[in-house]
């Protein structure tokens, strides 16, 4: 994962400076983007958010060829919703991407996952099974937009239990193989000289070195992602990888 958030420390001037088109009235009056009769701003959902105990981490914006700005996103984290070590100190964080188009022509998209706070770049582990949120641009979801940040709260459990029960599980050899031989697949051809298992076991830092599902998992996924660039893509790897974990489990 090549790409970072610009980091703002939960301040809404700052993530309005860094990221311009937060501010709708950038959008509709500097940009001068036609917005669907019911579009919901992205700070509207940030705000309340916010108001739920969420930190806003970081901010950042996609172009189109004409440089117009076409995308948006907010990086929160919460700090109720943490994986704790074995000396109880908080090893990963329960973060969500939020993802809206300057236009709303896509829906809004709230991303669960876990930051991992030992990792230098900062991966984040997405989470296939709670699904994302995509919320469409119209009346009744502007309505009841209190509802789906509502629902946030126990998806962030629940994500919570998961990692625990990775961290719980040890994986054999074989396992450890068969599991980053179906990662690469995510992504390379097996005739592709990038498809290495091998690779994507390697070991970066001594917190790498357990054999548990939570861990390897880790491994894996900071070996096949950190070159990726576009945020887009990220997700969808991280939610294939990370299906592929809970199939793990599943057959335990």
Same mark, same amino acid.
């Given at each position: 994962?090549?790409? +970072?958030?610009? /980091?703002?420390?939960?301040?809404?001037?700052?993530?309005?400076?860094?990221?311009?088109?937060?501010?709708?009235?950038?959008?509709?009056?500097?940009?001068?983007?036609?917005?669907?009769?019911?579009?919901?701003?992205?700070?509207?959902?940030?705000?309340?958010?916010?108001?739920?105990?969420?930190?806003?981490?970081?901010?950042?914006?996609?172009?189109?060829?004409?440089? +117009?700005?076409?995308?948006?996103?907010?990086?929160?984290?919460? /700090?109720? !919703?943490?994986?704790?070590?074995?000396?109880?100190?908080?090893?990963?964080?329960?973060?969500?991407?939020?993802?809206?188009?300057?236009?709303?022509?896509? /829906?809004?998209?709230?991303?669960?996952?876990?930051?991992?706070?030992?990792?230098?770049?900062?991966?984040?582990?997405?989470?296939?099974?709670?699904?994302?949120?995509?919320?469409?641009?119209?009346?009744?979801?502007?309505?009841?937009?209190?509802?789906?940040?509502?629902?946030?709260?126990?998806?962030?459990?629940?994500?919570?239990?998961?990692?625990?029960?990775?961290?719980?599980?040890?994986?054999? !050899?074989?396992?450890?193989?068969?599991l980053a031989y179906n990662?690469?697949?995510?992504? !390379?051809?097996?005739?592709?000289?990038?498809?290495?298992?091998?690779?994507?076991?390697?070991?970066?830092?001594?917190?790498?070195?357990?054999?548990?599902?939570?861990?390897?998992?880790?491994?894996?996924?900071?070996?096949?992602?950190?070159?990726?660039i576009s945020k887009e893509?990220?997700? +969808?790897?991280?939610?294939?990888?990370?299906?592929?974990?809970?199939?793990?489990?599943?057959?335990?």
């Amino acid at each position: 994962m090549n790409y +970072k958030f610009i /980091p703002v420390n939960n301040n809404l001037d700052k993530a309005r400076a860094f990221a311009n088109s937060l501010d709708n009235n950038f959008i509709t009056n500097i940009q001068k983007i036609k917005q669907k009769e019911f579009y919901i701003p992205t700070l509207d959902v940030v705000q309340k958010l916010q108001n739920e105990g969420w930190k806003i981490q970081g901010v950042d914006e996609a172009r189109a060829k004409n440089r +117009k700005i076409v995308n948006n996103y907010v990086q929160m984290h919460h /700090p109720d !919703f943490a994986v704790k070590n074995n000396k109880g100190q908080d090893e990963a964080i329960v973060s969500l991407t939020i993802s809206n188009s300057c236009s709303g022509n896509k /829906p809004l998209q709230l991303d669960l996952g876990a930051y991992r706070e030992v990792c230098s770049n900062g991966l984040i582990a997405f989470d296939a099974a709670t699904e994302s949120s995509k919320i469409q641009h119209t009346k009744v979801n502007a309505r009841d937009l209190d509802s789906f940040i509502f629902n946030l709260s126990n998806k962030s459990d629940k994500m919570v239990k998961e990692i625990n029960a990775m961290k719980d599980k040890n994986m054999s !050899f074989d396992e450890i193989k068969m599991l980053a031989y179906n990662a690469a697949k995510l992504r !390379f051809d097996e005739e592709d000289n990038k498809f290495d298992i091998d690779a994507l076991l390697k070991v970066n830092r001594i917190e790498d070195e357990s054999n548990d599902v939570w861990t390897v998992f880790n491994r894996i996924q900071e070996n096949l992602t950190h070159d990726v660039i576009s945020k887009e893509e990220d997700i +969808k790897l991280n939610k294939q990888l990370y299906k592929l974990v809970n199939r793990e489990l599943a057959y335990a």
